[in-house]
């Protein structure tokens, strides 16, 4: 994995907060890529540094708890959110992008459960569990 240093508030749109630390953080590439120049504030008339969680419509590195918005079901691939915030950073760093290329736009809930199970548990038998699932799953599909 490759990691860039992110423009919260895209240097584009907004060059006056291209060297404030608090507009920095680390991301992804993909993430970086899917974020672009999106519109993440909720304004777009700030003097001042918007430095406040509730200024942006998506989490904030700085000002946000990642886990109180968004629940990790299956890092990299599955993603669900507890807030409008989760639910907007979801869509707009296109997390559930590997759904999408797969030509899914929604996990089935049988499978979901038992991806939320192996990620709460995070044992090899959970894991095991889930991946004999998706091949089952798959074989289904083939047939």
């Not at 608090?22 to 590439?29: P, Y």
């Not at 120049?37 to 304004?43: D, I, L, R, Y």
């Not at 797969?102 to 192996?118: E, S, W």
């Amino acid at each position: 994995m490759v990691w860039d240093t992110e423009h919260i508030i895209d240097k584009d749109s907004s060059i006056e907060w291209i060297f404030e630390t608090q507009n920095l953080c680390v991301s992804c590439k993909d993430c970086n890529q899917a974020k672009g120049v999106k519109k993440v504030t909720k304004s777009d008339s700030y003097i001042s540094f918007p430095s406040k969680s509730n200024n942006y419509s998506i989490i904030h590195a700085h000002f946000d708890q990642y886990d109180k918005h968004i629940q990790v079901l299956a890092p990299g691939v599955t993603y669900r959110f507890h807030d409008k915030k989760g639910e907007k950073t979801i869509e707009v760093c296109g997390l559930l992008r590997y759904h999408q290329v797969g030509g899914r736009q929604n996990v089935d809930p049988q499978t979901q459960a038992i991806l939320r199970y192996a990620a709460d548990l995070q044992t090899p038998e959970a894991f095991a569990l889930a991946i004999e699932h998706i091949k089952s799953r798959s074989q289904e599909r083939i047939k």
